[in-house]
């Protein structure tokens, strides 16, 4: 069963093709150090030729740590006008300068004779010829058979002669893909033992995509079915409903399978590395992706809470260390005691569970929820309540009053937005005023204004995000609101929370808490 | 081929236990009525008794156009030292007053003896007994059996005997459960097919967790082999990682295995019903989910776009219509005059393919599109826009201006708001000013009090909902805001929609909409 599997990562090129996924050339480079470092076998770095931006890449990824022999250039078989020698795409392809082409060809007739207007036979001369070409002129010649399942659908006999066109070339690997994402994990299944009669024990591999929600499925699927070659993106990136996602692929292959892909330490950087493409491509994070979403071990029920914390194994189907990812329980459902001085100690607080003022910061606890306050996603808001129940927080300033003006002088112009706030800052009394982009956004402003002078470490907070929840829907323009912000200096990132039923004010509670959360971490932390 | 397969919907239930997912009571009851109209034919509406929401949810459906049989209520059997007539779950469950069941038992021994803490044979005993005493009651008994294939992997014997405990209670259907959502889906195959050896033709249902992100496949293959009753929810909504998604499973088994499942008119709303639940869920719409994600059907590559403007079927599984998707082309955006003519016509306009006014209203369209409207939820809105572009609208009133005043004049009140508009009525000006719960309420209250002089029939009108969603993360209180509003009379509830950088400048144009729609449906329709 210990069976080694060579990942294929496409993140760079076909991951690129997603609608909203873009990397800048040193973001490509970054990318392919890490997934080097997590164990990846090839990383796919691009189309040289199709772009400027891939070619440049194929210049920077020569500078950098990565050694050569794990990028691969992705191009398409020769024209069919042109030979090897005249054809720009191969051309472009060799000058890359790296021992390993990952070549396309067409398997489905339809796409030979409808969209390259060919004969059958031209097509897997083509093929033959441009694998052969490359061969003899690079260390590792990977053919991507496009279309593979939808092509062998059509007609099986003339897709086996294409795969056959590409052995006879010499490629190392016949990449089987399901280019248009549609094919069902028991035809795929049907359809690869199938193949094996053909080619024997040719090396195979799989390129899925999601278009029927099973490319994961398929991907492993097909391993179990002998398959040894493996492709797919961080996060499940790709055109259309993305590729098979490596990040669920890889921790079912080696967990469940017992297959060998990375070692267990690199396993350990699953969720970082997940994390570490989304803030580079400036995606939000998942929080319910397989292993690696922030949800993905947390427990919200009661009888699930009850008994996870008797065996985890009740209601998680691998140890979460395994993945880097961790177990947790939703603060919404910490009742007891036990649990807030189990959360207290995450904070560095250590709390006597006779201590009078925990009886009290449990009953402010209810008592907020029942507000609609929830400290999911503003777990620095839950630390500063603490410390304000327990005594262990100092104030930085105190809000005398605050006004915020929203004036619109025309139907046509966009409104006018201006903040005064005052505050008293040590014995001091600041008292200023600033315009912005919206009323909450003209009131931010004031407020670090005021406080800059004396608190320049403010400068370096950001406001990453900002969410607003309407909390009661039938009561339209007078319903609750909840605000959760999240701030970020040159070291941490923190959320907030506010709630009203002015979302002024409940913005100005989830801004406060965030700044007395950072000037207090730099105080004391 | 065409068997029917039993449509199970737990987005109301094992949805809500997604860290993220909250539904008020009347959002749930607006979840199933669109349910039912779209072929569910189960939805399960909560656990009664274990929170007052879920009561009140089975007292509110009652009210509802929603036919009963279609609901079922969830809970576990019952306790191990109580009768079936003193057991709280399981009278509670009676007095939700529907006339479908469905009860989770323990199949993995591991459960019975740590979490339970009985004998194996007190909770055969006790599934038995919970079945028989609700199957004596209510028409339709369904028994979830909890944990089924980690169960059987731990004790296959075992897992069989609470089945058959069950089958003797006189359960309609036993639900085969992947609590830990971890089963791989060889594995799952496996063990239905040793299953039906033990059971017979005995009616199977499935239930999937998104774990090691195979719910679909996993679902799907299920039935394949046998399953005729499928459980989960829209867009994959649950616990962790999630359940099955329906949104992908009810097209997988109707356009790829040619299962039974909705009509094709009723398929064609696949994308509706997701982004409806979105939109009540106050979720972001996934752009690459399967089937209904915006980028589902859209293509960015060169050679993929040429490729399908000959034949779409060279990169598209299905044809998108088929689940109420279109197929995009991002380079070049082609979407058609034809579609809004279609739209129009719903609204009782026809317009002429070769009038002028068409070709502005669509480049209108694409700049509102581009600046973050959408109309989904808001189809008041929609019609509006296209009456004023067609000159089928008259308008009722103009603003001259509005401002608002948001003060808080000590930390520990909350802040006073004030709003004065000045508009314009026929040749009357009308300068009025109002109070309210915040700034959106004030400029809400301040508008009415204007009008209602003018048009009485305005009393009639209340919001309903008012949702705000942040469109671009990144920059804090700075980014964009889109404001949904859903207003009701007498007759009718109608949606608007605004988007500007200034919440209360989006709350306003949405708050307008609604008011000009009021008016115009009032005058003219």
Redesign the interface.
């Known amino acids: 069963m210990s069976r080694k599997i060579t990942l294929y990562d496409t993140t760079l090129r076909d991951g690129t093709?997603?609608?909203?996924v873009n990397f800048t050339v040193p973001d490509k480079v970054r990318i392919a150090e890490k997934l080097i470092d997590f164990g990846i076998d090839y990383i796919e770095g691009g189309w040289p030729g199709?772009n400027p931006r891939d070619i440049e890449f194929f210049q920077a990824i020569k500078k950098s740590k990565v050694p050569l022999e794990h990028i691969a250039a992705f191009g398409?078989t020769r024209r069919a006008k042109k030979s090897c020698d005249d054809d720009e795409i191969l051309q472009a392809l060799l000058q890359a300068g790296v021992p390993t082409l990952t070549i396309f060809g067409k398997t489905w007739d339809?796409?030979v004779t409808?969209?390259l207007k060919i004969s059958l036979e031209q097509n897997l001369e083509i093929i033959y010829d441009t694998v052969q070409y490359l061969k003899k002129r690079v260390d590792t010649v990977f053919y991507d058979a496009e279309h593979f399942f939808d092509g062998y659908k059509a007609n099986s006999e003339y897709a086996i002669k294409t795969l056959k066109a590409a052995i006879e070339g010499g490629a190392d690997c016949l990449v089987l893909c399901d280019?248009?994402?549609?094919t069902?994990?028991?035809e795929l299944v049907e359809i690869i033992e199938a193949v094996k009669k053909e080619v024997g024990d040719y090396p195979l591999g799989i390129h899925s995509h999601?278009?029927?929600?099973?490319a994961?499925?398929?991907t492993?699927?097909a391993v179990?079915h002998g398959i040894v070659h493996v492709q797919g993106t961080i996060n499940?990136y790709g055109?259309?409903?993305?590729n098979a996602?490596l990040c669920?692929?890889i921790p079912?292959l080696q967990l469940?399978?017992g297959y060998e892909c990375v070692s267990s330490d690199q396993l350990k950087k699953l969720k970082e590395i997940s994390r570490f493409v989304n803030e580079l491509g400036?995606l939000?994070h998942?929080?319910?992706?397989?292993?690696v979403?922030?949800?993905?071990?947390?427990?919200?029920?009661?009888?699930?809470v009850?008994?996870i914390l008797?065996?985890p194994?009740?209601?998680?189907?691998?140890k979460p260390e395994l993945v880097g990812n961790k177990q947790r329980v939703?603060l919404s459902d910490l009742s007891g005691k036990s649990n807030l001085i189990y959360k207290a100690k995450d904070f560095g607080l250590d709390i006597d569970p006779k201590d009078e003022r925990l009886t009290q910061l449990l009953q402010q606890l209810k008592e907020l929820e029942n507000k609609g306050f929830q400290y999911?996603g503003a777990e620095a808001s839950f630390e500063l309540l603490i410390r304000k129940a327990m005594g262990t927080f100092q104030k930085f300033f105190?809000?005398?009053?605050?006004?915020?003006?929203?004036?619109?002088?025309?139907?046509l112009e966009?409104?006018f937005?201006e903040a005064t706030v005052m505050l008293r800052v040590g014995g001091e009394i600041e008292h200023t005023a600033a315009i912005?982009?919206?009323?909450?956004?003209a009131l931010?402003n004031a407020l670090r204004k005021a406080l800059e002078r004396f608190y320049p470490n403010l400068k370096t907070v950001?406001?990453?995000?900002?969410?607003?929840?309407?909390l009661?829907?039938?009561?339209?323009?007078?319903?609750l609101?909840r605000v959760l912000?999240e701030s970020k200096d040159d070291k941490d990132t923190w959320g907030t929370v506010g709630v009203?039923?002015?979302?002024?004010?409940a913005?100005?509670q989830a801004l406060v808490d965030s700044i007395e959360y950072k000037l207090f971490k730099d105080a004391y932390k």
């Not at 999601?210 to 099973?214: H, K």
């Not at 009661?472 to 319903?479: C, E, F, V």
């Open positions: 093709q997603a609608e909203d199709s398409s339809l796409h409808e969209a280019t248009n994402g549609g069902m994990p028991d999601n278009d029927g929600d099973c994961v499925a398929n492993c699927l179990k499940g055109e259309r409903c993305g996602n669920s692929v079912n469940k399978y400036n939000k998942n929080i319910h992706q397989p292993y979403g922030r949800s993905a071990f947390a427990h919200k029920g009661g009888v699930h009850s008994a008797k065996n194994k009740t209601y998680e189907h691998i939703l999911e105190d809000l005398l009053s605050f006004r915020v003006i929203d004036e619109k002088r025309s139907a966009p409104p937005a912005g982009n919206g009323p909450v956004n931010d950001r406001l990453v995000d900002y969410k607003v929840r309407i009661t829907g039938k009561d339209g323009t007078k319903a609101t912000i009203a039923h002015n979302i002024i004010d913005s100005y």
